[in-house]
């Protein structure tokens, strides 16, 4: 079992997918793909700008059905480790109030892959508000969207 440090800031999520790390990993991680997904039920991504390297960016705006606007968000890459880690700061532009640091973690488990999203926030009131707000049932939705996407157009 792992341990997470500043439990008390923390939103956790674990899946496992019928799948092995490198495809899990490469699906996640490949420009072709991600808009495909990325975001909750229903929500279109488009990806503006996006370097996956230590120190680059992920820039992607989301649309909901019915809506004339756009949410953008950016996601500036803090570590990288090729097919075990990604951590990254995620922030809306314009809104210092709400920048959350997230750690993705690819675990082999027998020819599947368990994954793990640790969403850090400053505050225990911010990863409250988080939460409250739905947070945690949208990055399931993106992974609902994943698991669907994986399955559809990959082959393992």
Known sequence: ????????????????????RELVYSTWT?????????GPTGVTTRTIERNFTVGGSWIYAMSWPGSDGEKQVESKYDEIVPGEKIVWTESIPGDASN?????????D????????????????EQKDMNEQGGMLNGYNMVLDGFTTYLSENTSS
Do not use: C, Y
């Not at 920048?99 to 675990?107: A, L, R, S």
């Not at 793990?116 to 225990?124: A, F, G, K």
């Open 30 to 38: 490949d420009a072709e793909h991600i808009d495909q997904w990325w």
């Open 1 to 20: 079992m792992r341990t997470i440090q500043h439990r008390e800031r923390t939103l956790v999520i674990e899946r496992v997918f019928d799948a092995p």
């Open 109 to 124: 488990q027998g020819g599947e892959t368990k994954l793990t999203i640790l969403m850090l926030h400053r505050s225990v």
């Open 99 to 107: 920048v959350v640091n997230i750690t993705i973690m690819f675990e």
